[in-house]
């Protein structure tokens, strides 16, 4: 069981029965009252036509065929078809409302998860990785399905119809019952024995079908660099080795599973042997019927079935406890970041005047990435803000649209503190282009239309001509209805973000905040670009994180970010007036020889960084 490397909280096995668990399962499985009660009826029903059937058989030898009854053998024969008819549509039944009731209690917990996850915070997506979350959703549940389809009704089915056979083979002969129930201690242990090691077979499979999963996914979407860099070889040879320990670990679980079934089947066989061979001796000495015998060795076979499946429930019923544990834990998460009710006095669009007092923040405990921004935006301001790598810049628009709140300090609209308004008012005046220009799955005009889905199609294509990404959208073989797959991999970055503003203009908040992407692309497109831009900003509060000359001369003052703290501020002559921070990234990043007093360049050259 022990695992190389870190233990993985998937393969944590604990309790199979916890009173807890079970008890929060409930609100999900009680709203199924009615198909599990119908399951458990047809189950009697099933197990009750299927014991009756070596009955007949027995009837047949030691009744019927002794008084050479035509009338009544032909009966039985009507009886015996009635009984697996019986049988076989009870089973259907008893196996739809089985399946039925642990697919609506999956449903429902799986759409409960959804929900769950869309109202947790940035903060808890840098604590959990996306594999992991997505396993919560699939995988785990998947295990509860398990617990329906396999577990608990055949459980309370395996056991009826133990206890049944176990009556009936008793009262049938009990010398002979003994024979059979003298196999079960040691079949019994037999089961429990290989299916432990068959689970940690198959847990050894999934383990590495994991680690193929991952190495595929990795060096699929890096392709392109492992082409580039000709790692092709050295990964082949990688992917060999994880590859041939996955047939390995499937073939030893494939040797395990029919060791299992054929161990099982010897002694079932062993068992009727030895009925054969007592049974034979009792019908030769004329204490026994040949129907009993033959009923006998029908009800034995029918014996082993059961005791093989309850074997295996504790392992089910174990790993689904512990997937219900681990789906809890995920319940149980609450968000740090809530909204507010509306405040009375809300208007329908904020004016636009931004206040960062004092904010500092931490991603991590101890490690402070804000240390104390205090600046005021007023309504209508162009705000640039320039600086390093890493120092802070996406950081700080990050807590004004409260993907985080500020460790100490705050932040205020129109002079109310952000944490105190309602978040959906609070997103629909603040809008982001981010840095990465994300695209969902659907068309062109639902990506434009994200935010707004109500927006009618003439508004989507107002604002796409506007920022001049109608031109290529027309050039596309559907225009606006063009699938976007993947991500937007089928469109360049320029077109991605020529995108984003249309959805930007679209979406027409009071606060435009833009994390321009440090890309280059074509001079023909940066152009359009950068008057998308203008027009973008026009009439509203703005705060563009800056790479490109022009928007950073545009803008109405400058902020310079350093490690986490405002440095300096002004317009664009007055900072390279001042020969600081400003100055030095300037030349650094345009290359240009900067004469103060010159005038200004008026076009951006391309920028590379
Ligand atoms: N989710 C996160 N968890 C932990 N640390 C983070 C996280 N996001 C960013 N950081 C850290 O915070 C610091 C500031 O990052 P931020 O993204 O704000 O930089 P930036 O100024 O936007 O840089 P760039 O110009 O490269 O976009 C960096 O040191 C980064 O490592
Ligand atoms: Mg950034």
Known sequence: ??????????????????????????????????????????????????????????????????????????????????????????????????????????????????????????????RHPVGRLMTRVTTDIESLADLFSSGVVSLLGDSVKLIAIVVILWWLNWRLACVTFAMTPFLFLLSVLLRGRIRRSYRDVRRRIARINAYLQESISGMLLVQLFRRGEVNRREFDAINSEHRDAELRSVVYESSFSAIIELVGNVAIA?????????????????????????????????????????????????????????????????????????????????????????????????HGIGVRVEPGEKIAIVGATGSGKTTLIKLLIRLYDPTSGAI????????????????????????????????????????????????????????????????????YDEEVRERGNNLSVGQKQLLSFARALAYDPAVLVLDEATSSVDTETEILIQDALRLLLEGRTSIVIAHRLSTIVGADRILVFHHGRIVEEGTHRALLQARGIYHRLYQLQFGLETETSGPLPLAAPEIST
Do not use: C
Request: charge should be positive.
């Open 1 to 126: 069981m022990t695992a190389p490397g870190p233990a993985h909280e998937e393969e944590v096995l604990g309790k199979a029965y916890d009173a807890r668990l079970v008890r929060r399962m409930l609100p999900y499985v009680a709203p199924q009252a009615r198909w599990i009660a119908l399951s458990v009826t047809l189950m009697f029903v099933v197990i009750g036509a299927q014991l009756l059937q070596p009955y007949l058989i027995k009837l047949l030898f030691d009744v019927f065929i002794p008084r050479a009854d035509r009338a009544g053998i032909a009966a039985l024969a009507l009886v015996y078809i009635a009984a697996t008819t019986v049988e076989l549509l009870a089973r259907y039944g008893q196996l739809y409302s089985m399946e039925l009731t642990g697919q609506n209690v999956i449903l429902h917990l799986r759409d409960r998860l959804f929900r769950h996850l869309n109202a947790l915070d940035s903060s808890f997506f840098d």
């Open 412 to 479: 205020r609209l129109d002079g109310r503190d952000i944490r105190t308004l309602p978040l959906p008012w609070l997103r629909r005046q603040v809008g982001v282009v981010q840095q990465d220009h994300f695209l969902f799955t659907g068309t062109i005009a639902s990506n434009i239309a994200f935010g707004r889905p109500d927006l009618p199609r003439e508004r989507i294509e107002v604002a796409a001509r506007l920022v001049h990404a109608d031109r290529f959208v027309r050039g596309l073989p559907k225009g």
């Open 274 to 370: 030895l009925i054969v061979w007592y049974g034979g001796r009792e019908m030769v000495r004329g204490v026994l019927t040949f129907g009993t015998l033959v009923a006998f060795l029908n009800y034995t076979s029918r014996f082993f079935g059961p005791i093989q499946d309850l074997s295996g429930f504790y392992a089910v019923l174990q790993a689904a406890m512990a997937s219900l544990e681990r789906i809890f834990a995920l319940l149980d998460e609450r968000p740090t970041i809530t909204s507010n009710p509306l405040p009375a006095a809300l208007p329908e669009r904020a004016r636009g005047r931004i206040d960062f007092e004092d904010v500092r923040f931490a991603y991590r405990d101890g490690e402070e990435v804000l």
